[in-house]
Nanobody, 114 residues
Framework: VQLVESGGGLVQAGGSLRLSCAAY????????MGWYRQAPGKQRELVAA???????NYADFVEGRFTFSRDNANYTMYLQMNSLKPEDTAVYYC?????????WGQGTQVTVSS
């Protein structure tokens, strides 16, 4: 499975971005997916994840600002991010499991200016 991310960029605080992650290859074997982020000097952390049962879990810091969605027809998942804060600045990664191995996207930089 290959994952190609897009949608990052520079935005002012309070602004919005939508990240995309397109999957290629053995997409039918994907059974779990999620978004993660890594800020400079910090460990990579979970942002949102969709379980095999379809439940989407969000990190506490999301506070209702982000929405995880997917387009099954195009094997693409999205992260809509609203009300962005400077502390959301990080490289954002998508990750999928297919069927037992995890795959990472290349990452996309999100920078939120104050």
């Amino acid at each position: 499975v290959q994952l190609v991310e897009s949608g990052g960029g520079l935005v002012q605080a309070g602004g919005s971005l939508r990240l995309s992650c397109a999957a290629y290859g053995s997409t039918l074997s994907i059974n779990a997916m999620g978004w993660y982020r890594q800020a400079p000097g910090k460990q990579r952390e979970l942002v949102a994840a969709r379980t095999t049962s379809g439940i989407i879990n969000y990190a506490d810091f999301v506070e209702g600002r982000f929405t995880f969605s997917r387009d099954n027809a195009n094997y693409t998942m999205y992260l809509q991010m609203n009300s962005l804060k400077p502390e959301d600045t990080a490289v954002y990664y998508c990750r999928v499991r297919a069927p037992v191995r995890w795959y990472w996207g290349q990452g996309t930089q999100v920078t939120v200016s104050s």
